[in-house]
């Protein structure tokens, strides 16, 4: 799961998009079968990849609730000053941006 997150932040990051989001579904699936203790070190990953690469197809009315769940996961398991957390912010407020 960690390399397919990996693999579709860095399509998103190349604005390879489709690919990313492939990568992201595959990853969510994935993540299903995890126990709550792996799944908590990767807590808003998988949806903020989602959220990232629903942006960049355009689609943010699907992005958005996916970008907020990232956050809220994010601020639970993490706290509202890590990493991961800033970013799912950022991203949220990209979506919002008029």
Do not use: K, W
């Not at 690919?19 to 994935?30: M, T």
């Amino acid at each position: 799961m960690t390399l397919r997150l990996g693999l579709a932040r860095s399509l998103n990051g190349q604005a390879r998009h489709e690919e990313a989001l492939a990568e992201a579904q595959r990853a969510e699936e994935l993540s299903r079968g995890l126990p709550d203790d792996e799944r908590r070190q990767e807590a808003g990953a998988v949806e903020l990849a989602l959220a990232t690469a629903l942006l960049g197809l355009n689609r943010p009315a699907e992005a958005r609730p996916r970008a907020a769940a990232a956050h809220q996961a994010c601020v639970t398991a993490f706290g509202p000053d890590h990493y991961r957390t800033t970013e799912a912010q950022a991203l949220l407020n990209r979506i919002d941006a008029p």
